[in-house]
Nanobody, 115 residues
Framework: QVQLVESGGGLVQPGGSLRLSCAAS????????MGWYRQASGKQRELVAV???????NYADSVKGRFTISRDNAKNTVYLEMDSLKPEDTAVYYC?????????WGQGTQVTVSS
């Protein structure tokens, strides 16, 4: 069973930056596409960034040009660098495989963008 542990969230002012990390255990990490998802209060969870097993990245239009997803296969870790943060980026952020399939979710990490 894969375990995913997200970290790095917090409170940041609009225009600020944060770097999220996600450590995965119990899987051949490098063989899978990984993604960062987020869920704002009262909204459905959405996929915002993908890093394929070949290193190709894709982003939701709402974060394109501001967020950067990367991975370190040796450490079984995926990162999300978030710059120029906006209040609408406020959400709980999760990492998971893409597609998720029947895998479980981690606890997520809260990101709050507010002045």
């Amino acid at each position: 069973q894969v375990q995913l542990v997200e970290s790095g969230g917090g409170l940041v002012q609009p225009g600020g930056s944060l770097r999220l990390s996600c450590a995965a255990s119990g899987s051949i990490f490098s063989s899978y596409s990984m993604g960062w998802y987020r869920q704002a209060s009262g909204k459905q969870r959405e996929l915002v960034a993908v890093n394929t097993r070949d290193g190709i990245t894709n982003y939701a239009d709402s974060v394109k040009g501001r967020f950067t997803i990367s991975r370190d296969n040796a450490k079984n870790t995926v990162y999300l660098e978030m710059d120029s943060l906006k209040p609408e980026d406020t959400a709980v952020y999760y990492c998971n495989f893409v597609p998720v399939g029947s895998r479980s979710w981690g606890q997520g990490t809260q990101v709050t963008v507010s002045s």
